[in-house]
Nanobody, 116 residues
Framework: QVELVESGGGLVQAGESLKLSCTAS????????MSWYRQAAGKERELVAK???????QYPDSVKGRFTVSADNEKNTVNLEMNSLKPEDTAVYYC??????????WGRGTQVTVSS
């Protein structure tokens, strides 16, 4: 069983930055893709960043230009740099790893709260 552990969440003010990290118990480059999702209260879980082997990175329009996903080979982590944060970015952020197209493994999540 693969374990994913997120870290780096917290409370920030609008316009500030935050970096999330996801550490995997298996080599991150063995996965087809690693992603970050978020779920705000009362809303469905949504994809915010994805890094795929052979494809590169993907972002929805809501975070494009503000969020950057990257893989750190030395630390075996996938990071999510979030800049110019907005109150609507408030959510629980989840790390996911895919053996195929859809996420296979999930982390427990980390809370990000952006105050106005």
């Amino acid at each position: 069983q693969v374990e994913l552990v997120e870290s780096g969440g917290g409370l920030v003010q609008a316009g500030e930055s935050l970096k999330l990290s996801c550490t995997a118990s298996r080599n991150i480059f063995s996965f087809a893709a690693m992603s970050w999702y978020r779920q705000a209260a009362g809303k469905e879980r949504e994809l915010v960043a994805k890094i795929s082997r052979g494809v590169g990175t993907q972002y929805p329009d809501s975070v494009k230009g503000r969020f950057t996903v990257s893989a750190d080979n030395e630390k075996n982590t996938v990071n999510l740099e979030m800049n110019s944060l907005k109150p609507e970015d408030t959510a629980v952020y989840y790390c996911a790893a895919s053996d195929f197209k859809e996420p296979t493994y999930w982390g427990r999540g980390t809370q990000v709260t952006v105050s106005s």
